[in-house]
T-cell receptor, first 111, second 113 residues
């Protein structure tokens, strides 16, 4: 059972554009929502994370928006750059339990 | 040092071979993980060690055998693997398992012939 649904599966955006990736979850016990970025041949790396007590968190060009009532959260990449081309995974965790990953989104930023 | 080091980077083995994957971290993290990742898929949890004790085994076949010799090292022993076990094997660590902030290694790309 996929507890975190991620969309789209792939995304093409022009340099300077905004990339938007969405995730939805079912388990209301989830209280930690990280995003991971993975380049080819590398392991995933933690990009940014949010707890449900805030609706938005921004770090540089990366912003997480969180909607607790809709059980949805999203990653926005502002001013997308070719170096942002990677696969992005959302994830969710209930404290003390394992991390559950979404299916992943392959982002390609065209110059 | 915020690195998780995995060796080897690539491994080709036959179905009758025995091999081991190694992982090391020096961040003082007390939780270590093995994940399996197929192409275009998310990492799939295999094992979790917390304070050097196996705390999660995600029903992994016995041909995969984890070992945690100390708080910095994690091994995955492989024996009699199947071609469908070919994948990227990722080691990760986190400070603990309360709120998991994973630091991943670059993985071992395993091919089973």
């Amino acid at each position: 059972q996929q507890q975190v649904k991620q969309s789209p599966q792939s995304l093409i955006v022009q340099k300077g554009g905004i990339s938007i990736i969405n995730c939805a979850y079912e388990n209301t016990a989830f209280d930690y929502f990280p995003w991971y970025q993975q380049f080819p041949g590398k392991g995933p790396a933690l990009l940014i994370a949010i707890r449900p007590d805030v609706s938005e968190k921004k770090e540089g060009r990366f912003t997480i928006s969180f909607n607790k009532s809709a059980k949805q959260f999203s990653l926005h990449i502002m001013d997308s750059q070719p170096g942002d081309s990677a696969t992005y995974f959302c994830a969710a965790q209930a404290a003390g339990n394992k991390l559950t990953f979404g299916g992943g989104t392959r982002v390609l930023v065209k110059p | 040092d915020t690195e998780v080091t995995q060796t080897p980077k690539h491994l080709v083995m036959g179905m009758t071979n025995k091999k081991s994957l190694k992982c090391e971290q020096h961040m003082g993290h007390r939780a270590m993980y093995w994940y399996k990742q197929k192409a275009k898929k998310p990492p799939e949890l295999m094992f979790v060690y917390s304070y050097e004790k196996l705390s999660i085994n995600e029903s992994v076949p016995s041909r995969f055998s984890p070992e945690c010799p100390n708080s910095s090292l994690l091994n995955l022993h492989l024996h009699a693997l199947q071609p469908e076990d070919s994948a990227l094997y990722l080691c990760a660590s986190s400070q603990d398992t309360t709120l998991i902030k994973l630091f991943f290694g670059s993985g071992t790309q395993l091919s089973v012939l």
